[in-house]
């Protein structure tokens, strides 16, 4: 039996390297996308169009429901092909939201940009290759992480980054997000897995790329938490949720990835665990848009049966008591609620919980979209206009109190610390300092 199905043994087991069942996989077994589901619904009002933070500043994107609904009519009627303007879309999902139809609006451009990726874009261009690049930013960082100093080193250098952006359209504006010197599952591995065992509380961890490889104190922020509230914890060998894959049209890489982590979530929640994760795009990809796009065995039980961290313990536990009498150390916080954090209805849960904490207060920066949106604030041609759209958070945090920035989303952080200069805490981090 290969390591990625045992999934449960990581809570005392050993990492074995994930990538050595890849199996290459059709994208499209069953022919041409189909994508009609929802299209019909439209009925033009364009509420999708002026919620889209892309086409707010690009003038040549036409908007979701030119992407969807619309392309979808074109394509019914003649053989056209996708419209290559799919490819600006930035996957953030607030379209989704706005559509008072229930339009599958996120669905139909994720397939949309599958399809043109797979038969339309030329696999030797550089935009495919700098794309296919970022979309796999977790199999840079395992072998990046294995030398962090090296790493850290050579990718902060701005000779290299002026290379990257010539050669791959990778910005040299952006600092490359360092590696920590050890990764949470080495961390993991050498305390000996979970130290709480529990019949009853059970929770596996969906910890993704980034915190894993970049920001281990959030994953060991709750660790520290649920372990504090009695819960066992698993983490299974798993694979990038897919976000950065999605916008990328890397339909087949990210269903490669998709395999493993329903095989291996699927077995711990006949189990009686619960997946976590403490990323809000994570959560999303698991919840809504593998069942959307994968037809997998097992899809649906872990679509029903993911949470975000602190949406899951608002759930099960009592929060507002358990933080009652905790004082922390962390002054004002300026908080930006990530889009896929609203497409969760998650948006408001942090500062409603530590409204009343004593030694912390947040302050909402609005609802604008940040303007990174994972890959798409990374491609040189982009940049630009990643960091008009995130203006307005920008303005908010600077004229917010204190000077320390709070999200859920490892993009959103990177682009609030960019565009502010402000260290950006996780809740999970804040949550630590009160009740663990
Ligand atoms: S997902 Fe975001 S960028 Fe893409 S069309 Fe919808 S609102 Fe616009
Ligand atoms: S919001 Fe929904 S119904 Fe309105 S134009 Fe967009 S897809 Fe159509």
Redesign the pocket.
Known sequence: MSDAESPGDFGTGPTTDYDDDFEPVEVFPEGDLDLRPGAD?????????TSCPVAEVDDEFPG??FQ??EQWRLKRKEDVEIDDSIMSCSNCMR?DD????S?P?SQMHNEARGEYVENQMDKLSTEYVRNRILANYGTLARVGSKVPRLTNFVMGNSLVQQVNEKLLGITAERDFPEFAQETFREWWRDRGGNKVTSEEKRIAYFHGDYSNYNTPEVAKAMVRVYEAFGYEIAVPEQRCSGTPMFANGMLDDARRGAKVNVRNFAELIEEGYDVIATCTSCSMALRQEYPELFDIDGVEDVSANTYEAMEYLRIHEDLDAAIEDAEVDMGPLAYHAPCHARNQGLDRQAVELFRNLDGVEVEDVGDSCSGISGTYGWKEEKYGKSMEIGEEMFEHMDHAKGEVGMTECPTCSMQMEHGSGYPIKHPMEVLAEAVA
């Open positions: 619904n439209c009925y033009k009002c364009t509420a999708c169009d979701p429901k969807g609904p379209c706005a559509c008072p139809s339009v609006l």
